[in-house]
């Protein structure tokens, strides 16, 4: 497709619960960002990919945030033991490269219950 | 450090006036990016427009235009006769330069209804 796809696009999980959220950016895209978003906020860094390398992962708020993208392409946020504040909408993003403009998905929204 | 400030939590407006959303920013760098995104229901940001900070041109695009104040440190948007499809989440970010760092720093964002 034209733009950034995310999948699924609504998650419901039970506290405790691993969860993998998938993003597929546009074709060609070399940086690779995702946000999350909480309720009648803005979207808060979590972490950057160039290519397949994770260049800042600074803003994962724990330990059991983790967030891949091994070829340089899709990229899966892997959220393991889910908490309740965890429950946001997850934002991906991709742009040619660094200082370009960032394209967005339509977001994951997470609710752990 | 980074910070992006919308102080307008709310704005309702009746369709064909004009609105402005206000954005205020701070950085230490000398070079750095300010975009705004539009936000409607369906959730997905939308971009609207990027500006360097070097270029302090106001730009005009339609019914939408831009005011970059670097003395004030200011990003302002101006919606010009409002339609019902205007209504929706506003966020301005700051973007720093490239190799000091790549994340968008956002404001909590002016949420806009446009009243028929």
């Known amino acids: 497709g034209a733009g950034v796809s995310q999948s699924p696009r609504y998650k419901v999980a039970k506290r405790g619960q691993d969860v993998a959220l998938r993003c597929d950016p546009i074709?060609?895209?070399?940086?690779l960002f995702w946000y999350q978003q909480a309720l009648g906020q803005g979207p808060e860094f979590l972490t950057y990919f160039q290519n397949e390398a994770q260049l800042d992962k600074s803003g994962l708020p724990s330990d059991r945030f983790f967030a891949e993208r091994p070829e340089g392409s899709v990229s899966t946020l892997k959220i393991q033991r889910t908490q309740q504040e965890d429950s946001a909408v997850y934002l991906c993003?991709?742009?040619?490269?660094?200082?370009?403009?960032?394209?967005f998905g339509p977001g994951t929204r997470l609710l752990v219950l | 450090a980074q910070k992006v400030t919308q102080a307008q939590t709310e704005i309702s407006v009746v369709e064909k006036e004009d609105v402005t959303l206000d954005c205020v920013y701070e950085t230490r760098d000398t070079t750095y990016y300010l975009f705004w995104y539009k936000q409607p229901p369906s959730g997905e940001l939308v971009f609207l427009i990027r500006r360097n900070s070097f270029d302090e041109q106001n730009e005009i695009s339609g019914r939408y235009s831009w005011n970059f104040q670097k003395s004030t440190s200011s990003f302002n948007f101006t919606i010009t006769a409002s339609q019902v499809v205007d209504s929706a989440v506003y966020f301005c970010?700051?973007?720093?330069?490239?190799?000091?760092?790549?994340?968008?720093?956002f404001g909590t964002g002016t949420s806009l209804t446009v009243i028929p």
């Open positions: 993003a991709s742009s040619l490269g660094p200082g370009a403009v960032y394209y």
């Open positions: 074709s060609g895209h070399v940086s």
């Open positions: 970010a700051l973007g720093r330069r490239p190799n000091t760092g790549n994340q968008f720093y």
